[in-house]
């Protein structure tokens, strides 16, 4: 039986502990083996970013997930897909500047019009050293908004074309007026 975890071999009924750690005795009693690390910075390629934007789109259903590091462009995924490896946005590059969560709807960019939001990733001395963004499918609905617009709403309803008549009758009416004619 073997851990795998570096070596690349499965992993076969071992404790997770002695697979966080790498040292089952195929390692030849030589201890703890570093782990493998995944690491951005501010210099982080677009190819180091993919990994974490994939899994960030994949845990929340498919939404399009944009990330850049503070000195390289970033990554654009859509629909289980890399679609660009050159991408920057221009609240990407606003919460690189200012270091602060931001949730809006873009005037410019691929995105114009379409709520995000945006967060840092941050160092341990809580500089930004990289953004990444969603479609925020919470800020597609603004309550607010919606209630200022009910009047014109109702009036548009008052317009539809369904028969008034048969919406005031039970159902068993409605059933029955159906069979007769």
């Known amino acids: 039986m073997t851990s795998g975890l570096s070596s690349g071999n499965v992993m076969r009924n071992i404790s997770p502990l002695w697979a966080i750690f790498d040292c089952y005795p195929s390692c030849g009693g030589r201890g703890a083996q570093e782990m493998e690390r995944y690491e951005i910075s501010s210099d982080s390629a677009s190819s180091d970013l ?6 960030v789109h994949a845990v929340l259903g498919g939404l399009p997930v944009t990330i850049r590091s503070q000195n390289h462009r970033g990554v654009q995924i859509e629909d289980g897909k890399v ?6 946005g221009p609240i990407l590059e606003q919460v690189l500047a200012d270091n ?3 949730r809006t709807q873009p005037k410019a960019g691929e995105y114009k019009s ?3 939001i945006v967060t840092p990733i941050q ?8 953004a990444i963004g969603v479609v925020d499918v919470t800020g597609i609905f603004d309550l607010a908004d919606l209630m200022s617009q009910q009047s014109q709403i109702i009036s548009q309803l008052r317009y539809c ?10 159902y068993k009416e409605a059933i029955k007026a159906q069979k007769t004619a």
């Open 100 to 102: 602060i969560t931001i």
């Open 50 to 55: 993919i990994p974490l934007a994939l899994a």
């Open 83 to 88: 679609k660009s490896r050159d991408y920057t």
């Open 123 to 130: 160092n341990s001395k809580g500089s930004a050293i990289a």
């Open 161 to 170: 074309p369904v028969p008034l008549k048969a919406a005031h009758r039970s």
């Open 114 to 116: 379409v709520p995000v």
